[in-house]
Structure formats: structure tokens, C-alpha cells
């Protein structure tokens, strides 16, 4: 209703994310209402993250061969996303058939390195920025995980505008 989405895959890279995502917004036309990151993790849950530490402290390799425990601190510091979690959470469990979480803790990998761009650059548009960890797709098929998305998006996005929201818990 109303709701444009567009999508991109970024890099599995702590080096590329960020200047793709920026390469990407300043190709838009418009400041997006919600820029919305979404990531794979190892739990069987939906993940909303509420935090993106400037500090990454994994010890797995990116795509590029780089360890985050290694790179220096993000520039800017810590970010916190400025949107409503418990509104966010409750749209959400409205729309998934399992169980949903909110979390501080997005991780220390690509995923939070991405949430971090998301979040400067959310503040740099004056637009809000969301990050979502999905299960991994032999937990929930992608085609559940896509109605889920598309769901969430269609309630929140018209909460974001309006500062209300309809949710249905069925």
C-alpha cells in the first residue's frame, strides 16, 4: 500500500559495506523512510537489532580475508538505532509464525559492521535504520521468510509515517 522496497546485496566485506551503502543511497532520487539491513544468523529466531557496536570483536574472516577483531574502531563510535523496538518487536511477532527477539548485541561480524553504516547513514539522510537477522533458510524456507518481510514492512513502514500501527496477532 503505498510502499516502494528496494533491494541490493552488499558485500561480505568490512572494507566494502559501508562505501557500497552510501554509493547506493546517494544514487536515489528520494531519502528512503527506512533503510532496512537484513542478515543470516545461527539461531532459529527473527533478530530485530537495536545497537551496532563501533568495536567488532569476531574472530571469523570476511569475504576479503579480514578478522573485525583486528580493524580499528568504526568511526563515529557506538549507533542505536532512533526507532521504537517494542513497536518494531510487536509488528513483527504479529507477522512471524516463530519466535521473535530483540537484541543489543548485533554480533561484532559483517552483519554489525553493516548496521553501522546503516545507522550513520540513516542520520546523514535524516531517515531511521533498522537491522533484521533472519534464520538460516533450513529453518524457515525463504518463501515463509519473504511473506514475513513483506508483511512486517507493509505494517511498520505506514507506523513510521502515522506513529500508529495495526497488528495483527493472527
Given at each position: 500500500p503505498g510502499l516502494e522496497v528496494q533491494g541490493a546485496v552488499l558485500p561480505v566485506t568490512f572494507q566494502g559495506v559501508a562505501p557500497k551503502l552510501r554509493e547506493l543511497l546517494d544514487g536515489e532520487e528520494r531519502t528512503p523512510e527506512l533503510i532496512l539491513g537484513m542478515g543470516v544468523h545461527a539461531g532459529s529466531t527473527y533478530r530485530l537489532e537495536s545497537k551496532a557496536n563501533a568495536v567488532l570483536k569476531s574472530l571469523k574472516e570476511d569475504n576479503d580475508g579480514v578478522i573485525a577483531s583486528k580493524l580499528g574502531p568504526l568511526s563515529a563510535g557506538n549507533r542505536a538505532t532512533r526507532i521504537d523496538m517494542e513497536l518494531a518487536v510487536e509488528i513483527l511477532s504479529g507477522v512471524a509464525r516463530s519466535e521473535v527477539e530483540h537484541s543489543e548485541d548485533a554480533g561484532g561480524f559483517v552483519c554489525e559492521c553493516a548496521y553501522h553504516a546503516i545507522l550513520s547513514e540513516a542520520l546523514r539522510g535524516d531517515s531511521r535504520g533498522l537491522f533484521l537477522h533472519l534464520p538460516p533458510l533450513?529453518?524457515?524456507?525463504?518463501?515463509?521468510?519473504?511473506?514475513?518481510?513483506?508483511?512486517?514492512?507493509?505494517?511498520?513502514?505506514?507506523?513510521?509515517?502515522?506513529?500508529?500501527?495495526?497488528?495483527?496477532?493472527?
Open positions: 533450513d529453518v524457515i524456507p525463504l518463501t515463509e521468510q519473504i511473506e514475513v518481510v513483506r508483511s512486517f514492512l507493509g505494517q511498520f513502514v505506514p507506523a513510521l509515517r502515522y506513529g500508529c500501527a495495526e497488528v495483527d496477532p493472527g
